[in-house]
């Protein structure tokens, strides 16, 4: 009885696949793609005849597939919608069930919850990576990417400058700020932008204790970095527009005596030249709010336009990025970006020049790290009690003002010392 039962369900489940099958409803995820692709009209034409894309290959990755396809000579891949096909290929995911995925059914125990198991493995949203070498390159990902990376000291860079963005589907991706001095992180409140940023500075610390240093601005009311303040690497920290103003002052003076010095006086192309290890961050949180005073802004494009000479990082993010806030002369002299989801094509335009962020799902801490393209990644999430217990050692003891660091040079003008004035 309990034999006949099982098999009658699972021929059902069969029967109802080539129904789909033979009405012609595309169960695989090539047919998919060209169906999309065709009902979305993107396609070609060659004398006067239209032409679809043709698949070349499909090779096996991690997880999922990849499939190569030809574009038609003219075809402007910037057409193609991600949104689109991952949407497309989702559709009517369970009629993509087959006999051999019930083999593992076993009829000495409840066939139903068996059967619902398979379903609901076969249902899970597939994601996909578009990419363009010559050829339409689209990976269609069985699962989705994990909603959550802890953090892990493991992975820390000790000794280095490059700092762990998050984890791809590939790999963990890292982003240099020797190579890539300043980064822009834009994102909607709530979705990792701060979290990201508490992250990036207790790296900094635990990987560069003695050689990096802080000009920290808070712009909205202290909340993301109150707990940094302390921190004896720490030389400024501002919480509001007016004490803003006079940090990057301050930091732009500083930026000026190193600059003059190692470029201008002894020829070196930067800091990294010239064998000098320490490092200045100007981290900035919330930068919409100083983006209308053009004595900031003239800093901040001075800092993104000379910093790396000099040994100065920007930092600038903004929950409110466009072309007031976030300007051309910021962006142009800024080479990577993180940018979490957005609301609008044209805020994410404004971060990454191009469309995407407005796309993601509403994941916390997913984003799209660009240097020249894009990739998608699950940022780090680390705790604040973790944080605190990290930087606890770095924390100067109470009655202790910030110091001011200032640049005096060696007598032989090779080495400039950072000296510290209480």
């Given at each position: ?182 980064i822009i992180v834009a ?136 072309n007031e806030t976030l ?96």
């Open positions: 009885m309990l034999l006949t039962i099982g098999s009658t369900m699972i021929m059902g489940y069969v029967a109802s696949y080539s129904f789909l099958k033979s009405h012609g409803s595309p169960t695989n995820d090539a047919s998919k793609i060209q169906r999309i692709f065709a009902n979305a009209g993107w396609v070609g034409k060659e004398k006067g005849e239209i032409k679809t894309i043709r698949l070349r290959r499909k090779n096996k990755i991690t997880d999922g597939m990849e499939y190569v396809y030809q574009l038609p000579l003219g075809f402007d891949r910037k057409k193609v919608d991600s949104t689109i096909l991952e949407d497309g290929i989702n559709v009517r995911q369970k009629s993509g069930v087959k006999l051999k995925d019930f083999k593992q059914v076993k009829l000495n125990k409840p066939i139903i919850k068996q059967i619902k198991k398979i379903l609901n493995k076969k249902a899970a949203r597939k994601e996909i990576e578009l990419d363009f070498d010559g050829m339409l390159k689209i990976k269609v990902y069985n699962a989705p990417m994990p909603n959550e990376v802890k953090f892990d000291a493991d992975r820390l860079k000790p000794n280095t400058w490059k700092i762990l963005v998050g984890k791809s589907r590939q790999s963990f991706v890292y982003h240099d700020f020797e190579d890539r001095p300043h994102g909607a409140t709530g979705f990792g932008k701060s979290q990201f940023l508490k992250f990036l500075i207790t790296s900094l610390i635990e990987q560069q204790p003695d050689n990096v240093t802080f000009t920290l601005i808070d712009l909205k009311g202290g909340a993301a970095f109150q707990r940094f303040k302390d921190l004896k690497q720490v030389t400024r920290y501002a919480k509001n527009p007016e004490e803003a103003k006079e940090a990057l002052k301050q930091a732009q003076e500083e930026m000026n005596g190193r600059y003059e010095d190692i470029v201008e006086r002894q020829g070196f192309e930067d800091v990294k030249e010239a064998g000098i290890k320490k490092r200045h961050f100007v981290i900035i949180d919330e930068a919409a709010d100083i983006s209308s005073d053009a004595t900031c802004m003239d800093i901040v494009t001075d800092i993104a336009r000379r910093g790396r000479g000099a040994g100065d990082r920007l930092v600038y993010a903004t929950q409110y990025p466009t300007p051309s002369q910021v962006r142009q002299n800024i080479g990577a970006r993180i940018c979490f989801i957005l609301e609008t094509t044209a805020a994410s335009k404004a971060t990454l020049d191009e469309k995407g962020a407005e796309d993601l799902p509403e994941i916390p801490g997913r984003a799209i790290y660009k240097r020249v393209k894009q990739t998608v990644v699950q940022t780090i999430y680390i705790t604040n009690k973790e944080v605190e217990q990290r930087i606890k050692v770095h924390i100067r003891p109470k009655g202790v003002p910030h110091e001011q660091s200032c640049t005096t040079p060696t007598a032989d003008r090779k080495h400039p010392l950072i000296t510290e004035k209480a």
